[in-house]
């Protein structure tokens, strides 16, 4: 059964960081591209990294380029987050997600959350 | 970025009622995935490549489209089957996701 657990989240202050971890079971961890998504409270799902099986190729959108840092260990079979100069509107509950990657690209598996709140 | 708009934004089915939920992309995209949430839970994939159904979803699920215009549809509402549900495309980067659709028992 493949599970994905978060960890990490909390309350930080504007401008602070604060790193999420992801730790994968139930399926070959190194065969897969993996990505974080997060939903403001109430709001809708935003994509926020994704990262190659090796780790050499990252994505991000504009809203977090420069900030956020994808990264992973295949041996721990765990994702990471580091999450820089954090500002309000990244509060949220940050997901980590399984990704199909190559013909199409989706999320097939995610975890249950982690809620991370910026705020002085 | 390609923007999602799914319509309608709220909508409410009465058990064994068909429900039809539209999303529409700002520009043509190869494909639409589907998924569904349900309050106080992760989201769950619902539809691959436009109209596969993922693992254990029930066949009253389906998905049709192309270019801009793409649709998911219930075939026959269940109460287990309220929840809200997000459309995503991937032709181009940013990923981006629909708003949602919030689906209420009658």
């Known amino acids: 059964e493949v599970q994905l657990v978060e960890s990490g989240g909390g309350l930080v202050q504007p401008g602070r960081s604060l790193k999420l971890s992801c730790a994968a079971s139930g399926f070959t961890f190194s065969n897969y591209y993996m990505a974080w998504v997060r939903q403001a409270p109430k709001k809708g799902l935003e994509w926020v990294a994704t990262i190659s099986t090796s780790g050499s190729r990252t994505y991000y959108p504009d809203s977090v380029k420069g900030r956020f840092t994808i990264s992973r260990d295949n041996a721990k079979s765990s994702l990471y987050l580091q999450m820089n100069s954090l500002k309000s509107e990244d509060t949220a509950t940050y997901y980590c997600a399984r990704m199909i990657y190559g013909g199409s690209n989706y999320f097939d598996y995610w975890g249950q959350g982690v809620m991370v709140t910026v705020s002085s | 970025e390609i923007v999602l708009t799914q319509s309608p934004t709220t909508t409410a089915a009465s058990p064994g009622e068909k429900v039809t939920i539209t999303c529409l992309a700002s520009?043509?995209?190869?494909?639409m995935y589907w998924y569904q949430q349900k309050s106080g839970a992760s989201p769950k994939l619902l539809i691959y490549s436009t109209s596969s159904l993922a693992s254990g979803v029930p066949d009253r699920f389906s998905g049709s489209g192309s270019g801009t215009s793409y649709s998911l549809t219930i075939n026959t509402m269940e109460a287990e089957d309220a929840a809200t549900y997000y459309c995503q495309q991937w032709s181009s980067n940013p990923w981006t996701f629909g708003g949602g659709t919030k689906l209420e028992l009658k």
């Open positions: 520009s043509s995209v190869s494909n």
